[in-house]
Structure formats: structure tokens, C-alpha cells
């Protein structure tokens, strides 16, 4: 069965730290999305990347595919970046792009 | 663009009401999906459509209903709701990329509460 793995399931941090979110995937995972999901709810896509590494401003995603493990980075972090972050794999050879969701990560950045 | 929009935002039924959930998209995306987000638990796929007039069930479908009649128009139907069917419901579209990678567009989301 294909999973998706995020931890922590919660993270507090203060203002200007370095944060990092991880995310497990089991085999037949082809490709790593990264969401961001608003207090209020919408769902945005940060990331798409099935090798290497993604910068996109204070944003980085990274992908072992080896290890089936993917990281988010947020550098200097702000509490504009209080949301949850959610990661999804796509299932290897599938033609409707159907994601498999973990269950996100909950950050709060504090001033 | 108005991207993905959902109708309604909100929405209170009882029990046994029937009700339907419309998304619209203007990108001209092929892919269409329907959400459930619960508290605890990862987004999970109701049905899909991978082009007009064909849908296909997800991971939880039962209970709910779809038709995709225009390539920009997915709906998702309750026939008779029961509380278990208290959720936010999400819809998304998708294209294809190239090499097996879709990039999915989200709507604002519908939370529906059956009492």
C-alpha cells in the first residue's frame, strides 16, 4: 500500500528560526508535492519535484529518492508562515495524477 | 483566471437532504477531483474525472455521487447525507506536465455540516 509519512505532527518555533518538515513515502511514490494550507483554509501548491532540489524565496524542498524521504525548509522563518504543511506522492505510472496525503504538519511561528 | 471555484462555502443539511456541490475551473485542466479533509486525517480522494463525461471512484466514495457533463463542471453529489458526511470538501483540477507529473489546482473548499 502506498503511504506518506510527515513529522512532527506539530512544531512551534520562534521568529528567524530555521525550520525543517519531513516526509516518508513508501515504493511506488514517482513524484513529491509540498502544500501549504491557510488558517483559513485554502490549499495552495508549493512544490512539485521527483529528484534534486526546489528553492522558491525563504522555500526550499528537497528529495532523496533513495531514501524515499523529502524535506521542506523554511529559512528565517515569519509568522506569516504559520499554516499547515501537507505532502502528497503520486503513485508511479498513474495516468489521473491521483496524490496520496499525509497528514500535515501544523506550524506556528511566533514573533 | 478565476482558477477553481466552489459553490456553495458553506452549507448546513439534516440528515436524509440530498444536496450538490459544484466546481468550476477555467484552465481547460482534463483532471478533476473531489476531496474530504477531516480533522486528523490526510485529504482523501472521493472521486475523479479524467476528461468530460467520465468519472472514476477514489479512495471513498461511498455515499456520494459525480458528474463531470462539461469538461469545466464537476459535480459532486449527496443523495441523502448523513452525519458522517461532516467535512470540508475540496475540489481540484490538474493537467498534465509531462513524465507522469500533474500539478493539482485547489478550490476554496466547502464545509458542510449534517446534523
Known amino acids: 500500500k502506498n503511504e506518506v509519512e510527515q513529522s512532527p505532527q506539530n512544531l512551534t518555533a520562534q521568529e528567524g528560526e530555521f525550520i525543517t518538515i519531513n516526509c516518508s513515502y513508501s515504493v511506488g511514490i514517482s513524484a513529491l508535492h509540498w502544500l501549504q494550507q491557510h488558517p483559513g483554509g485554502g490549499i495552495v501548491s508549493l512544490f512539485m519535484?521527483?529528484?534534486g532540489k526546489k528553492k522558491h524565496g525563504r522555500l526550499i524542498a528537497t528529495i532523496n529518492i533513495q531514501e524515499k524521504h523529502s524535506s521542506l525548509h523554511i529559512t528565517a522563518s515569519h509568522p506569516r508562515d504559520s499554516a499547515v504543511y501537507i505532502c502528497a506522492g503520486m503513485n508511479y505510472g498513474g495516468s489521473q495524477g491521483n496524490l496520496i496525503f499525509g497528514k500535515g504538519t501544523k506550524l506556528s511561528v511566533k514573533p | 483566471n478565476a482558477g477553481v471555484t466552489q459553490t456553495p462555502k458553506f452549507r448546513v443539511l439534516k440528515t436524509g437532504q440530498s444536496m450538490t456541490l459544484l466546481c468550476a475551473q477555467d484552465?481547460?485542466?482534463?483532471?478533476m477531483y473531489w476531496y474530504r479533509q477531516d480533522p486528523g486525517m490526510g485529504l482523501r480522494l472521493i472521486h475523479y474525472s479524467v476528461g468530460e463525461g467520465t468519472t472514476a471512484k477514489g479512495e471513498v466514495p461511498d455515499g456520494y455521487n459525480v458528474s463531470r457533463l462539461k469538461k469545466q463542471n464537476f459535480l459532486l453529489g449527496l443523495e441523502s447525507a448523513a452525519p458522517s458526511q461532516t467535512s470540508v470538501y475540496f475540489c481540484a483540477s490538474s493537467y498534465s506536465r509531462g513524465l507522469g507529473i500533474y500539478e493539482q489546482y485547489f478550490g476554496p473548499g466547502t464545509r458542510l455540516t449534517v446534523t
Open positions: 484552465m481547460n485542466h482534463e483532471y
Open positions: 519535484l521527483s529528484s
